[in-house]
């Protein structure tokens, strides 16, 4: 792995995008003449940078929602998050997905990875419930790695009405964290949707951000080919050839449904 390339991608003014991305949010809840906004706040480093951002720029009028299903979700994870929502005075709610979740379960044929999924969607309609109730947007939590690769669910944690930080890869959110204050604990901790038990990022990808993001950036942002890629990364081609077909295998994802013109 070429470090120098690593470098270059984390080597940003965080200070600035802070400032950016907090404007950003205010001009969208302005212009659309919402009251506040709402996250899902799952303890892990993209849903806890958004929590700082949001708490920095709306205090009262943010709303975090901690959303656990108690049969597969780490008690250290709710509590993390119960502790970002204490030291930052948010205003939050803790809710339980489990009931509704094996209410579900108990209506459909099996399958471990749509139940998973629908642990996501579940989230997103219970967002979209208060967002509407209390004239909120949706903030959603996904990184620009993550949406890239198509590592989301659709119309789950994929869906939301503002993404401040989907412009920065997975390496840069941890930067930026650090710049925000964000505790050590939860920078270092490994990521994870926790759809279902031992659910972690990077076994699921077969890659490590490290790799991911140095990949993305060749190709996405300094338009590089594959062959070019490699050599640039020093990232086997093999692997450039698997990360570039999620990205092109998970499009579906990044655009609006088709419609018969």
């Excluded at 996904?142 to 390496?171: N, Q, W």
């Excluded at 204050?181 to 077969?206: C, M, R």
């Excluded at 996405?220 to 081609?237: A, C, F, H, P, Y």
């Amino acid at each position: 792995m070429n470090q120098e390339i690593l470098d270059e991608i984390k080597n940003q003014d965080y200070r600035k995008i802070i400032q950016s991305i907090e404007v950003f949010l205010k001009n969208k809840i302005s212009q659309s003449n919402a009251s506040g906004v709402i996250f899902g706040l799952s303890g892990g480093i993209d849903s806890v940078v958004v929590a700082y951002l949001c708490s920095n720029v709306f205090k009262k009028n943010a709303l975090a929602l901690i959303m656990p299903d108690s049969k597969i979700s780490p008690k250290t994870e709710t509590q993390d998050a119960l502790k970002i929502v204490g030291d930052l005075g948010l205003d939050y709610k803790l809710l339980d997905i489990n009931p509704i979740h094996a209410s579900f379960s108990k209506h459909l044929e099996p399958n471990e990875i749509a139940l998973g999924n629908l642990r996501a969607r579940i989230r997103a309609g219970i967002l979209y419930y208060y967002a509407n109730a209390k004239n909120y947007l949706v903030v959603g939590t996904s990184d620009k790695s993550e949406y890239l690769i198509g590592y989301f669910t659709k119309f789950g944690d994929g869906s939301s009405d503002l993404m401040p930080i989907a412009t920065l890869y997975k390496t840069q959110v941890k930067e930026l964290a650090k710049t925000l204050g964000v505790p050590d604990s939860i920078i270092s901790k490994k990521s994870s949707p926790h759809l279902w038990k031992e659910h972690t990022a990077k076994e699921e990808i077969g890659f490590s951000y490290e790799e991911i993001d140095p990949v993305l950036y060749c190709i996405i942002d300094k338009k590089l080919s594959l062959d070019e890629t490699t050599k640039k990364t020093g990232i086997d081609k093999t692997s450039v050839e698997k990360i570039y077909q999620l990205y092109k295998k998970s499009q579906h994802k990044r655009i609006t449904p088709d419609k018969l013109e």
